[in-house]
């Protein structure tokens, strides 16, 4: 007849199974969510065709010229003045600082 110290120790050893494969299971959960992480979200560089290159360098060259660069700060300006002219700068602001 199994007495209890011999059914202690079975359960005992039932739960430490149990409790293994739970850890194993966790273990390769944790390694099955990294590893679908890291092909969901990966960067792939494609070519790209020359001509897109050459317009990007163009727009590139173009937005940071001083004209154009002149020419958005007016439209900022004028446009912050209509929306909102108490932030404006006054003409004290404009004689101390240099647009």
Same mark, same amino acid.
């Given at each position: 007849m199994l007495t209890l110290p011999t059914i202690s120790i079975i359960l005992? =050893? /039932?739960?430490?199974? *149990?409790?293994l494969v739970a @850890? *194993? /299971?966790?273990i390769y959960a944790a390694i099955t969510v990294k590893a679908m992480e890291k092909s969901t979200h =990966? @960067? !792939?560089f494609m070519p790209v065709d020359p001509e897109i290159d050459r317009a990007?360098? $163009?727009y590139s060259e173009w937005a940071t =010229?001083? $004209?154009t660069? $002149? !020419?958005q700060e007016k439209?900022?300006?004028k446009e912050l003045e209509e929306q909102m002219p108490e932030f404006a700068p006054t003409e004290t602001d404009k004689k101390r600082y240099v647009f």
């Open positions: 005992s =050893s /039932l739960a430490l199974l *149990f409790g @850890v *194993f /299971l966790g =990966s @960067v !792939q990007n360098k $163009e =010229s001083n $004209e660069l $002149e !020419q439209m900022f300006a």
